[in-house]
């Protein structure tokens, strides 16, 4: 009997594809993208997304501040619609809880959400309530808008284009192990690692400058690690994509943590996931201005670390020789 197991997260997201397609006329986006997109107001498109954060699979309850967990429910959505260039306008927060859950605990979780909500202007407008006496279940619906003329998609990268990633990566899979294995945390090393993987920022700020740009311009966010999230830009964009992993951005504090872990940087790096930083895709002429405006406006680095090729494969390159990892990216059914 075939499970899920078998064909995996995009497997199945394939099958539930073929069900619903095609669509009318409204719908300028459907399934594949960070979000859906479809006809909004004069001018606009309204952009939808939906994320849960599921207890064991996201996170621990008796490990996660409430007030973090809440904070982190709403980013991972804002991420979504800042990976379309948009605004984010509106959420829904659908909870499944414990009847044993604590007024205090559920009460500080809903104070960070709402923190989160008020520092990007988004407004709770409703939401759903269910209980369970298994794994809490917090899903989110962000609703969003881009202008018509700057929506950005996966799907538009080029042979030439430069791919560019904001901020470091690895952190957060890293601050995910140090809690799992807990390990000491006392140093600021840790400290810094942990509040990556508790309270990522969604860089909808960057998104907002990538939009008001004119260039072309592939935009996705990072969830499931850098490898496979670019993979997704270049298989819809029918290109392939050269890295060269010294470039990849580490933060000081990843780099010396994984050395005294005696474990490798680019491996959290390229496949640990929920960086939720940006990686766009646009053409060697905006792309050095592009960084610099980031950089100054927002005080987010951005680094170019490749470079979009013909074919359809993705190769990370060390010296000018295949680089090869020793983990793969986040997917919710495969046992790898
Ligand atoms: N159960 C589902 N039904 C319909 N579409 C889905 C479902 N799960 C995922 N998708 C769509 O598949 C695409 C990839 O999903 P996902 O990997 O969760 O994206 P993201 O990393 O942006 O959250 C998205 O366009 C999403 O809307
Ligand atoms: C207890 C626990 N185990 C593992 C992880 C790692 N993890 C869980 S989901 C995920 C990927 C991102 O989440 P997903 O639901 O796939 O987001 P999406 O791609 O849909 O935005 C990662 C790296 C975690 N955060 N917590
Ligand atoms: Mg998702």
């Given at each position: 009997?075939?499970?899920?197991?078998?064909?995996?997260e995009?497997?199945?997201?394939?099958?539930?594809?073929?069900?619903?397609?095609?669509?009318?006329?409204?719908?300028?986006?459907?399934?594949?993208?960070?979000?859906?997109?479809?006809?909004?107001?004069?001018?606009?498109?309204?952009?939808?997304?939906?994320d849960s954060q599921v207890e064991g699979s996201h996170f621990i309850a008796?490990?996660v501040?409430?007030?973090?967990?809440?904070?982190?429910?709403?980013?991972v959505?804002?991420?979504?619609?800042?990976?379309?260039?948009?605004?984010?306008?509106?959420?829904?927060?659908?909870?499944?809880?414990?009847?044993?859950?604590?007024?205090?605990?559920?009460?500080?979780?809903?104070?960070?959400?709402?923190?989160?909500?008020?520092?990007?202007?988004?407004?709770?407008?409703?939401?759903?309530?269910?209980?369970?006496?298994g794994k809490l279940i917090f899903d989110?619906?962000?609703?969003?808008?881009?202008?018509?003329?700057?929506?950005?998609?996966?799907?538009?990268?080029?042979?030439?284009?430069?791919?560019?990633?904001?901020?470091?990566?690895?952190?957060?899979?890293?601050?995910l192990?140090?809690?799992l294995?807990?390990?000491?945390?006392?140093?600021?090393?840790?400290?810094?690692?942990?509040?990556?993987?508790?309270?990522?920022?969604?860089?909808?700020?960057?998104?907002?400058?990538?939009?008001?740009?004119?260039?072309?311009?592939?935009?996705?966010?990072?969830s499931?690690?850098?490898?496979?999230?670019?993979?997704?830009?270049?298989?819809?964009?029918?290109?392939?994509?050269?890295?060269?992993?010294?470039?990849?951005?580490?933060?000081?504090?990843?780099?010396?943590?994984?050395?005294?872990?005696?474990?490798?940087?680019?491996?959290?790096?390229?496949?640990?996931g929920e960086?939720?930083?940006?990686?766009?895709?646009?053409?060697?002429?905006?792309?050095?201005?592009?960084?610099?405006?980031?950089?100054?406006?927002?005080?987010?680095?951005?680094?170019?670390?490749?470079?979009?090729?013909?074919?359809?494969?993705?190769?990370?390159?060390?010296?000018?020789?295949?680089?090869?990892?020793?983990?793969?990216?986040w997917n919710h059914f495969?046992?790898?």
């Amino acid at each position: 009997m075939l499970t899920l197991t078998d064909i995996g997260e995009f497997g199945l997201i394939d099958l539930i594809k073929k069900k619903f397609m095609p669509y009318g006329p409204e719908t300028i986006v459907g399934i594949d993208d960070d979000c859906a997109v479809v006809t909004g107001r004069e001018g606009f498109y309204t952009l939808y997304t939906c994320d849960s954060q599921v207890e064991g699979s996201h996170f621990i309850a008796d490990l996660v501040p409430p007030y973090l967990l809440g904070q982190k429910v709403l980013t991972v959505n804002l991420s979504d619609i800042a990976a379309m260039g948009g605004t984010p306008r509106f959420a829904l927060l659908s909870l499944v809880l414990r009847p044993d859950i604590s007024v205090e605990w559920i009460d500080t979780f809903l104070e960070g959400f709402r923190y989160k909500a008020n520092q990007y202007a988004v407004e709770v407008i409703g939401g759903n309530l269910a209980h369970t006496e298994g794994k809490l279940i917090f899903d989110v619906t962000c609703i969003g808008e881009v202008k018509r003329n700057r929506l950005l998609l996966r799907n538009q990268a080029r042979v030439g284009d430069l791919i560019l990633v904001t901020g470091s990566l690895g952190d957060a899979a890293a601050g995910l192990k140090i809690l799992l294995e807990e390990q000491k945390m006392n140093t600021t090393r840790e400290q810094y690692l942990l509040n990556r993987y508790f309270l990522p920022e969604p860089r909808v700020d960057v998104g907002r400058i990538l939009a008001e740009s004119p260039n072309r311009i592939a935009l996705i966010d990072i969830s499931d690690g850098f490898a496979q999230d670019l993979g997704h830009i270049l298989k819809q964009s029918q290109v392939g994509g050269i890295v060269d992993v010294e470039r990849i951005p580490l933060s000081q504090q990843l780099i010396s943590w994984c050395t005294v872990q005696n474990c490798f940087p680019l491996d959290f790096a390229c496949s640990g996931g929920e960086d939720y930083e940006l990686i766009f895709v646009t053409a060697p002429q905006s792309a050095d201005e592009l960084r610099k405006k980031i950089q100054h406006e927002i005080g987010i680095p951005v680094t170019i670390v490749g470079e979009i090729t013909a074919g359809s494969k993705l190769i990370f390159e060390k010296s000018e020789q295949n680089y090869e990892f020793h983990t793969q990216g986040w997917n919710h059914f495969s046992s790898f």
